[in-house]
């Protein structure tokens, strides 16, 4: 069965998309966070939750690596609700254009998500879903996550303001996804195949 996969299969193919997204983008949500540094293990603040911009490629690291080697770099760091990653609108909002992503209100700070989230199902009818992957969206934006806009974006070979012309395949394909899913644990997107973390109850089972 096709599922939501087919939503991510897009490579590059309008050289005009690269110039709209940040070289660091891709990376940056391929990234796993949260795992410990092997460097400070033993501190109390070593979870690799930093992500540096402008060693863009380099893996997650903590917040003393980053006082070690980033300090002067651009960094943000990455937080966690429900064990996905988000990341601050206060920290993202002035290197990315994040219009059209919807965000939410978590711990009294704005944030969005890096990914798209596997989802059990979407209620039918709802009023504002994702363009890409169908999640219901509380308000009329058009993607739940920088994930799900990049694959936007890459699809439409152009930035956030583009025709109809293809969206409609892809909610369709969305939804196909979605209802005919039996499933009760979907497979991660392919965005998020890179992570490894604990706590994936269906991961588990690879390594004790
Ligand atoms: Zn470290
Ligand atoms: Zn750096
Ligand atoms: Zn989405």
């Known amino acids: 069965m096709e599922d939501s996969t087919t939503t991510t299969t897009t490579t590059t193919m309008a050289a005009a998309a690269a110039t709209l997204v ?39 690291f903590c917040y003393y690596c980053r006082a070690n080697r980033h300090n002067t770099h651009r960094v943000i760091q990455i937080r966690r609700s429900s064990y996905h990653d988000v990341v601050r609108v206060s ?44 999640r219901s969206l509380l308000d009329p934006f058009r993607f739940c996550s920088l994930g799900c806009k990049l694959v936007g974006i890459r699809r439409n070979g152009e930035g956030s303001l583009v025709g109809e012309k293809g969206i409609s395949e892809l909610r369709e394909g969305a939804e196909h996804g979605i209802f005919h899913c039996t499933s009760p644990l979907p497979l991660p997107p392919t965005t998020s195949n890179a992570r490894r973390r604990k706590g994936v109850p269906h991961r588990a089972p690879l390594r004790s």
Not at 23 to 50: K, V, Y
Request: glycine share 8%.
């Open 91 to 134: 920290e993202i909002q002035s290197l990315l254009d994040i219009g059209g992503v919807q965000t939410y209100v978590i711990n009294s700070a704005r944030v969005l998500f890096l990914n798209e989230r596997p989802q059990p199902k979407t209620a039918k009818g709802v009023a504002h879903a994702c363009e890409i992957c169908g």
């Open 22 to 60: 940040p070289p660091w983008l891709e990376s940056l949500l391929s990234t796993p966070f949260f795992s410990i540094c092997q460097a400070h293990g033993d501190a109390t603040r070593s979870e690799c939750n930093m992500y540096c911009l402008d060693c863009a490629g380099g893996d997650a």
